[in-house]
């Protein structure tokens, strides 16, 4: 099973940006990032097909974040521009080992791995 290892998670004043990154453990068809607060339901925030480099965002996201990958260093990145308070929350990457589609990209149970997360904070 694939290993992610998130980072770059912090705190951050209202406008701010951020770069997460999850590094993996072996190859796999897409990555996709999720982000959850406490008593909530986990939120697709970005996603991206390795071998297309397809992307897909989140509505609340998008013009905000940018999802995007270095292959040579197995990693994939979120950058986080604009930063608002509603953003604060724990960030988590994910892996699938199937092509991610735009009606299901963002649903938790099409990923098979999980990272630990990493938090994100932003104040106003």
């Known amino acids: 099973q694939v290993q992610l290892v998130e980072s770059g998670g912090g705190s951050v004043q209202a406008g701010g940006s951020l770069r997460l990154s999850c590094v993996a453990s072996a190859n796999t068809y897409g990555v996709g990032w999720f982000r959850q607060v406490p008593g909530k339901e986990r939120e697709g925030v970005a996603s991206i097909n390795r071998a297309s480099e397809s992307t897909y965002y989140g509505n609340s996201v998008k013009g905000r974040f940018i999802i995007s990958q270095d292959n040579a260093k197995s990693t994939v990145y979120l950058q986080l521009n604009n930063l608002k308070p509603e953003d604060t929350a724990k960030y988590y990457c994910?892996?699938?080992?199937?092509?991610?589609?735009?009606?299901?990209?963002?649903?938790?149970?099409?990923?098979?791995?999980w990272g630990q997360g990493t938090q994100v904070t932003v104040s106003a």
């Open positions: 994910a892996a699938t080992t199937s092509l991610l589609q735009p009606w299901t990209w963002y649903l938790a149970g099409q990923y098979i791995s």
